[in-house]
């Protein structure tokens, strides 16, 4: 578009140097490209850029319908090198003016290029121009905290050309939304135009795509100077690649209830006239009001999320999630949600949270005053390998929100697998066998499993060549493992006991359970006894007390004293292991001799930190009576769930892992009657028989 500008008619100023002082901005291809990006972000509170770095105006700007294609006054912005002292060679603008376009171009037709604008009849007064000198870079944003009505209030767009709005995100990529509006007609298009950033602060930029302008002086006038591709502008050509060199200037009013943006194009021509007046001609202008509508009340939902930072391996995890709305609005239909990762597996959780395809959903609330929070949800996991687990929260509501970005809070759990078993730890060989309430890897003389039990609860495995027998009813809890391809008359076991017991035969399971229970027999055989518990009594243990803070391992050779009718009450910490060898002459090699007998109540006791699984005993030949009492709680007392079954009363209680070969001649276990297993029995006898009051539970290495 062309101007003509009346010396004295504006102030003199300058927005930028269109030659010089370019940053560095990215096309949307990635490639840097020199020119000004955008770097003055508008406050929120005025929307508008840094103060200071604005020009300013008093005269509201209204769009006018007559525009500079049939004469009528239209705006344009004018360069300062157009007006003294700054002279020809200066290619900045930073001014506005209000004019009529000449009539011996608009009148040819020739509105399309060199039209000079006639500086006789620009309105006499300064409009608005910029106050401070001069201003780098070019670029400028307006703050997303709200929406803006844009209108073209003069300008001509000629050539080809793009123009629009305009985001950067975070990776500094561009994001263009061209307005057809505003490239509608060959003069100004007054329809005003909303742009919502959606919290994104943006720009105004334009692009061309012509090569060149037509020379000339128009009416007559001749060209004294240009300043071609002055300043690469904002940002680059979105479809073709090619860069914009194009200026603008931003003008507000006071209040900063309005802005005037002025885009200069690439191809400046200064022209004289002949008649003493500079004209300003050029291609493709732009101005623009931009006038930022009243904020709507806002909210911001936040959401916290705490857990441990670390568990073991199948322990169960709990994690806390709650929102809050910060507000200052209420947030309408709040919902909170949990995504768990892979390799979780939901167990439950609170104020009637929901899992489907692992993502946990919590009931919508309706309304969530400012200052207002969810319920402190809660939700529990278990992890089955090791690794880092990332826990993610997300809370929503269709209310509209200013920052999103603290809709979502993650935490991190690191799983490692559980510390080994001490008595695992203290046997190789032992943590395969002591998952199991029996292993029996001979029995083929005699297997009898009979009734009028208290019960029995945990795994079983036994080899197929044992001489399976029972009769009356055996209540039972668990699965029967056999290598074999039937349970024989053990069958009868699973089948009273529908539902809780199970059966499975030609099991692959039971040939390594084998060898690891010989793997640790020799393990144990192995062992140099402890200084200070060689040639010890059964009885001569009670009272025993390792409690120190610190695990130990005590192997124990207990050469007489077999019978046990009383309670023996051993006290020790949390990873001390307790290997018992029964054996008269400590020669493992011609087996263990002697016959152990717990009766009457009888039993070894833990005490202090010490379970069951603390205990691993070796023995021959074992025996058991009834008679006497239960030792007490926190001592099993029973088999626990099993249908069927009861609490004990009295009898020989085997506390522990009992790791037996039968009687050492023989290979055969005496009888059993009221023999209570309190951990595992795990046997290479070719004959035992279980018969009236006994019963077993299994007790688990922690």
Same mark, same amino acid.
């Given at each position: 578009m062309s101007r003509i500008v009346v010396a004295g008619a504006l102030f003199v100023s300058t927005l930028f140097s269109a030659c010089s002082n370019q940053d560095n901005a990215v096309q949307?291809?990635?490639?840097?490209?020199?020119?000004?990006?955008?770097?003055?972000?508008?406050?929120?509170?005025?929307?508008?850029?840094?103060?200071?770095?604005l020009g300013a105006f008093t005269n509201p700007i209204t769009a006018s319908n007559q525009g500079r294609d049939n004469g009528g006054p239209f705006y344009d912005n004018v360069s300062a090198g157009d007006l003294p002292p700054d002279g020809p060679t200066n290619c900045s603008i930073g001014h506005f003016v209000l004019g009529i376009m000449d009539p011996c171009h608009y009148a040819a037709g020739n509105s399309n290029s060199n039209s000079p604008a006639v500086g006789a009849v620009f309105a006499t007064g300064s409009y608005w121009s910029l106050q401070s000198s001069p201003l780098q870079p070019a670029g400028f944003m307006f703050s997303g905290a709200t929406t803006y009505t844009v209108t073209v209030v003069g300008g001509y767009r000629g050539g080809n050309s793009e123009i629009g709005w305009f985001t950067i995100d975070a990776l500094g990529t561009y994001h263009f939304n061209p307005v057809g509006a505003w490239l509608d007609g060959p003069g100004a298009t007054l329809t005003p135009?909303?742009?919502?950033?959606?919290?994104?602060?943006?720009?105004?930029?334009?692009?061309?795509?012509?090569?060149?302008?037509?020379?000339?002086?128009?009416?007559?006038?001749?060209?004294?100077?240009?300043c071609t591709d002055a300043t690469a502008g904002i940002p680059a050509n979105p479809v073709a690649g090619t860069p914009n060199q194009n200026q603008f200037a931003l003008f507000t009013n006071s209040t900063g209830t309005q802005f005037v943006v002025g885009v200069e194009d690439n191809q400046l021509q200064l022209i004289s006239?002949?008649?003493?007046? +500079?004209?300003?001609?050029?291609?493709?202008?732009?101005?623009?009001?931009?006038?930022?509508?009243?904020?709507?009340?806002?909210?911001d939902l936040t959401i916290t999320k705490s857990g441990p930072t670390t568990a073991n391996v199948g322990q169960q995890v709990t994690y806390t999630v709650q929102g809050t709305n910060s507000g200052p609005a209420t947030a309408l239909n709040v919902q909170v949600q949990d995504t768990l990762p892979a390799g979780a597996t939901y167990v439950t959780s609170s104020d009637g949270g929901t899992q489907l395809n692992g993502v946990v959903t919590w009931p919508t609330i309706a309304s969530l005053a400012s200052g207002g929070t969810t319920p402190a949800y809660t939700v529990t996991v278990t992890y089955a390998a090791a690794g880092t687990y990332k826990n993610n929260a997300h809370v929503f509501t269709t209310s509209t929100e200013t920052n999103t970005n603290n809709n979502h809070a993650d935490a991190s759990t690191v799983l490692t697998a559980p510390p080994a078993c001490?008595? !695992?730890?203290?046997?190789?060989?032992?943590?395969?066998?002591? !998952?199991?309430?029996?292993?029996?890897?001979?029995?083929?003389?005699?297997a009898n499993w009979q009734g009028a039990t208290k019960g029995f609860f945990g795994n079983v495995a036994v080899d197929g060549g044992a001489a399976f027998r029972t009769s009356g009813g055996v209540p039972f809890k668990?699965?029967?493992?056999?290598?074999?391809?039937?349970?024989?008359?053990?069958?009868?076991?699973?089948?009273?006991?529908?539902?809780?017991?199970?059966?499975?035969?030609?099991?692959?399971?039971?040939?390594?359970?084998?060898?690891?229970?010989?793997?640790?027999?020799?393990?144990?055989?192995?062992?140099?006894?402890?200084?200070?518990?060689?040639?010890?009594?059964?009885?001569?243990?009670?009272? +025993?007390?390792?409690?120190?803070?610190?695990?130990?391992?005590?192997?124990?050779?207990?050469?007489?004293?077999?019978?046990?009718?009383?309670q023996i009450n051993i006290t020790g910490d949390a990873g001390d292991v307790f290997i018992l060898r029964w054996d008269t002459d400590k020669n493992a090699a011609n087996g263990y001799q002697g016959q152990v007998k717990f009766q009457s109540g009888g039993a070894i006791v833990p005490k202090g930190g010490l379970t069951p699984a603390s205990f691993i005993s070796v023995a021959g030949d074992i025996a058991s009576?009834?008679?006497?009492?239960?030792?007490?709680?926190?001592?099993?007392?029973?088999?626990?769930?099993?249908?069927?079954?009861?609490?004990?009363?009295?009898?020989?209680?085997?506390?522990?892992?009992?790791?037996?070969?039968?009687?050492?001649?023989?290979?055969?276990?005496?009888?059993?009657?009221?023999?209570?297993?309190?951990?595992?029995?795990y046997s290479t006898t070719t004959k035992f028989s279980m018969t009236s009051g006994t019963s077993g539970v299994h007790v688990s290495c922690p």
């Open positions: 949307p291809n990635g490639v840097t490209m020199n020119g000004p990006h955008a770097s003055h972000l508008a406050t929120p509170a005025a929307i508008i850029p840094i103060a200071g770095d135009v909303t742009i919502d950033p959606q919290g994104a602060n943006w720009g105004i930029y334009y692009t061309n795509t012509f090569s060149g302008h037509t020379g000339g002086g128009g009416c007559g006038g001749t060209v004294d100077h240009y006239d002949g008649n003493g007046l +500079l004209h300003d001609s050029d291609y493709q202008d732009y101005i623009f009001t931009v006038v930022p509508n009243a904020v709507t009340p806002s909210l001490a008595a !695992d730890a203290a046997v190789p060989g032992l943590s395969s066998i002591n !998952d199991y309430l029996f292993l029996f890897t001979d029995g083929s003389k005699d668990g699965t029967i493992f056999t290598n074999g391809a039937s349970l024989g008359a053990w069958q009868q076991i699973v089948t009273q006991n529908a539902g809780q017991a199970f059966g499975a035969t030609n099991s692959p399971l039971v040939a390594p359970l084998e060898s690891s229970l010989n793997s640790a027999f020799a393990a144990i055989n192995a062992m140099a006894v402890t200084p200070g518990y060689d040639n010890r009594t059964a009885i001569s243990l009670n009272g +025993l007390n390792t409690q120190n803070g610190i695990a130990e391992t005590f192997v124990i050779n207990i050469t007489s004293g077999f019978q046990v009718s009383s009576s009834g008679g006497g009492s239960n030792p007490p709680l926190p001592y099993p007392q029973g088999p626990g769930s099993v249908t069927g079954g009861g609490n004990w009363n009295g009898g020989g209680f085997f506390t522990g892992y009992w790791l037996t070969t039968g009687d050492p001649v023989s290979h055969q276990t005496s009888s059993l009657s009221n023999a209570i297993f309190v951990g595992g029995w």
